[in-house]
């Protein structure tokens, strides 16, 4: 039995036919039609004799916009100068950053307004094109510490944290291309409850630098260190921690993740991304006065920035829904409301912050940070190349070549050209592409040696 579109494109089929033929040849018409669609007699007669319906095309209507475009341009500034945020983080990242984009920005009631009542999901669409603008693997430095791993347990589940204190630690290494000598590690410590994250930066991966900086962070919290949960490089797993822990009054709890899963150290890898790698890149910092420079930032502004005025994301539950996985989150919020609604806090400290976050402008802020990070960035004794770079000078090597075969210039690579590929990422890929650009060279110099033979005199 046909369906009742291919019925409907049969009855047009023989519609006109229908009516413009003699009695006898109707009587045929109209067998056919009942025997091929499976009608009644009498239905296919009303069918054939009724007006004949035309498809009526969808109307697409173009929903009007609600949002003016200066909220939209003072929604696009504060998504740059907080760091480009998610749609959710930025919702409630606005209402934090009001106060000091009226001082910059000609703000009327209404797009006041609109700035407050705009979604996340509309805030997302709006800024798409600029996210589209904007669109690196590396080696891990960290060596097992094998001595004293029973006496420090494992933790692999933290649904059991209730109060803030309790830090996940790592280290990321600013070595650029290679780990040999001594340069600069970022040490992270993430606050499982409230998300509060305090770095330090260490010269080398010597157990008292890192112990140090343990203890630099300590002082910084604005709440009491309960527990630390570090991965199991010696770094970490050495008796000096160990004992800095056990000593300390009230004790400190130390424990680690297995061996081989970074997902045991979920907070503190996020935030390796989010607050070390984004802002540093992969770039080798190997002197002092880059140590201090990036110590200076970590313990001024880049620290009251991401904790007082980036809202940040927290999962409140993961369903299981056959083979899918839903993750459902909390209300975005800054590390330090979340602290604020925990009760477990310094009061000197927080109301200390309090103060400073309604007495600082966060633009403001966010342009001293960029003008350190230039200066941090001229301290860099290795500049990494991102992958933009790298094919940007691909195809100056293959323009070259393609200038030499023509004949019209002899112009030579220059030595940053010939090394496109010796300073970008550290995979197989950036093997593959020196390879690659080796491979073109040569067929390029073939070709040229071939025609210059056959050409003739």
Known sequence: ???????MEYLKAVYHRYHKAAKEAKSQILEEFCKVCGYHRKHAIRLLNAPLREEKKPVHRKRSVLYSAPAIRVAEAIWEASGYLCAERLKEAVPLWLPAARKRFSLTPAIENDLLSISARQLDQRLRERKQKRKKRIYSTTRPGSFLKHMIPIRTHNGDIKKPGFLEVDLVAHC???????????????????????????????????????????????????????????????????SFC?????????????????????????????????IFGWDRYDTEAAHQAINDLYENELRLFQNLFQPSLKL???????????????????????????????????????????SLDPFELSKIIDQKLDRIFTLASQRIRTKNQADCLQRRALESSRTNENGSSQAQLSPAQKAYGHNFLFSRKSRWLRKTMIRLKREAALSIAHKKEVMPR
């Open 316 to 358: 409140k539950e993961k369903i299981r829904i056959g083979s899918k996985v839903v993750r459902r989150y909390e209300k975005a919020k800054t590390p330090l409301d979340r602290v604020l609604e925990s009760g477990i806090y310094h009061r000197a400290k927080l109301k200390q912050l309090k103060q400073i976050r309604n």
């Open 176 to 242: 650029g291309n290679s780990n040999d000598g001594v340069f600069v590690n970022t040490l992270t410590a993430t606050d499982i409850q409230t998300g509060w994250t305090e770095r330090a930066a260490v010269m080398g991966k010597g157990q008292a630098a890192v112990c140090d900086g343990i203890l630099d962070i300590k002082n910084a919290l604005p709440f009491r260190l309960r527990g630390i949960d570090s991965d199991n490089g010696e770094e970490f797993i050495n008796y000096l921690l160990l």
């Open 246 to 278: 056990r000593t300390s009054r009230p004790q400190i709890d130390f424990t680690r993740g297995r061996a081989y899963k970074k997902n045991d150290n979920a907070y503190a890898e996020q935030k390796n991304w989010t607050h070390v790698r984004q």
């Open 1 to 7: 039995m046909p369906s009742l579109k291919s019925k």
